[in-house]
């Protein structure tokens, strides 16, 4: 499966975006999908997973609350709805794609190019 994150900017604290990240190649709707970011300087961390169905999600704890990750399997797209966004959040975001949801960046077998989100304060 090939991913395509995109939707990334810059954005003002306290701010929304929606990072999307489409999918092509092998059949979507097998894979458990997951978001992670690396900031400067920083290792690469999880941000949130989806499982195929849609029905169970993880998130980080820095980011409960103010993230949604949900996923159109028609539409071969997961997205992040990221609000109250803060300077903290700015990094490189990172969609993967693997068997079976996990939060761990080494457990995944498909990644995108990442896209880019910096929040000003």
């Known amino acids: 499966v090939q991913l395509q994150a995109s939707g990334g900017g810059l954005v003002q604290a306290g701010g929304s975006l929606r990072l999307s990240c489409a999918a092509s190649?092998?059949?979507?709707?097998?894979?458990?999908m997951g978001w992670f970011r690396q900031a400067p300087g920083k290792e690469r961390e999880f941000v949130a997973a989806?499982?195929?169905?849609?029905?169970?999600?993880y998130y980080a704890d820095s980011v409960k609350g103010r993230f949604t990750i949900a996923r159109d399997n028609a539409k071969n797209t997961v997205y992040l709805q990221m609000n109250s966004l803060k300077p903290d959040d700015t990094a490189v975001y990172y969609c993967a794609a693997d068997e079976v949801v996990r939060t761990r960046s080494t457990e995944y077998g498909y990644w995108g190019q990442g896209t880019e989100v910096t929040v000003s304060s």
């Open positions: 989806i499982s195929w169905s849609g029905g169970t999600t």
């Open positions: 190649g092998r059949a979507f709707s097998r894979y458990a």
